[in-house]
T-cell receptor
Framework: AQRVTQPEKLLSVFKGAPVELKCNYS??????LFWYVQYSRQRLQLLLR??SRESIKGFTADLNKGETSFHLKKPFAQEEDSAMYYC???????????FGKGTTLSVSS | DAGVIQSPRHEVTEMGQEVTLRCKPI?????LFWYRQTMMRGLELLIY????????DSGMPEDRFSAKMPNASFSTLKIQPSEPRDSAVYFC?????????????FGPGTRLTVL
């Protein structure tokens, strides 16, 4: 069965520290992976998708098929990065997204 | 553009009552999704529509849940009868087809409490 696992419910770091939000998935083929973010009092929105291979707000994520992971990274965390982050998966040809349970990132000064 | 609009934002009802949640997708989007968010299960897809037609309702928990999309600008999710375990935040999202289908635009959610 397709599954997305985010092992950490809460990740607390200091401003300027590196951040890594973990995401592991279970899927036998080649899925598409995404990160969605929800800032306080804002709507859930797409942050980045692996196929774009781009950096958004300093965040990057690399798909590691061997480890079935899609961790979200940022070298220097900012307070405005504090939010709930969801990893999501879609099987090729499928429209539906399967979301992980989310990780709350808290960045303090 | 106001984005995806959901109403009501909060709903408190008693067990056994009928609950109707409403959603207006972004104009021009041809996909509409209904999700439920709980602490235990996270964000779960309930059902989605393409061009007003239900495509996958495998996430709908049971017959007490039903969803309709009578036209391109309106959808409802109905729970009848409601139970306390239905308490959750219900999100509606919409997206374009093609390569844009995975960029889903979410509404603010409806927080449902069933007493």
């Amino acid at each position: 069965a397709q599954r997305v696992t985010q092992p950490e419910k809460l990740l607390s770091v200091f401003k300027g520290a590196p951040v890594e939000l973990k995401c592991n998935y279970s899927y036998s083929g080649s899925p598409e992976l995404f990160w969605y973010v929800q800032y306080s009092r804002q709507r859930l929105q797409l942050l980045l998708r692996h196929i774009s291979r781009e950096s958004i707000k300093g965040f990057t994520a690399d798909l590691n098929k061997g480890e079935t992971s899609f961790h979200l990274k940022k070298p220097f965390a900012q307070e405005e990065d504090s939010a709930m982050y969801y990893c999501a998966l879609s099987a090729p040809g499928r429209t539906a997204l399967i979301f992980g349970k989310g990780t709350t990132l808290s960045v303090s000064s | 553009d106001a984005g995806v609009i959901q109403s009501p934002r909060h709903e408190v009802t008693e067990m056994g009552q009928e609950v109707t949640l409403r959603c207006k997708p972004i104009s021009g989007h041809d996909y509409l999704f209904w999700y439920r968010q709980t602490m235990m299960r996270g964000l779960e897809l309930l059902i989605y529509f393409n061009n007003n037609v239900p495509i996958d309702d495998s996430g709908m928990p049971e017959d007490r849940f039903s969803a309709k999309m009578p036209n391109a600008s309106f959808s409802t999710l109905k729970i009848q009868p409601s139970e306390p375990r239905d308490s959750a935040v219900y999100f509606c999202a919409s997206s374009l087809g093609g390569t844009g289908v995975y960029e889903q635009f979410f509404g603010p959610g409806t927080r449902l409490t069933v007493l």
